[in-house]
């Protein structure tokens, strides 16, 4: 591990209510451990380390992954909004938050 300087993290939640300090108000959704880009000399020929694999990128596919699975349940987070294209949305009481 001799990469972890290189290591950076994030985590999206989903929030509701009105107070942002109640952990009770957060829902977990998806958290990601990544590097970011890594330099030609410390690349690893084993393929132990991959070579731009950032946190947050990680983080917001498996969001995209996580409302696609959404889509199929009825009492989800998402509902139907059929407007501006879009055909569902996520519920007005959710906010999104990344922490980095």
Do not use: P, W
Not at 35 to 62: E, F, P
Request: net charge neutral; glycine share 4%.
């Amino acid at each position: 591990l001799h990469f972890l300087d290189m290591h950076n993290f994030a985590a999206i939640f989903l929030h509701t209510g009105d107070d942002i300090y109640d952990i009770k108000n957060y829902k977990l959704i998806t958290v990601a451990m990544g590097s970011h880009c890594i330099d030609k000399k410390k690349m690893q020929k084993d393929g132990s380390a991959i070579h731009d694999c950032n946190a947050v990128v990680l983080a917001i596919r498996a969001l995209r992954s996580y409302l696609f699975d959404q889509m199929y349940k009825t009492d989800g987070d998402l509902e139907i909004a059929d407007h501006d294209g879009y055909k569902f949305k996520l519920k007005d009481k959710y906010r999104v938050v990344l922490v980095v």
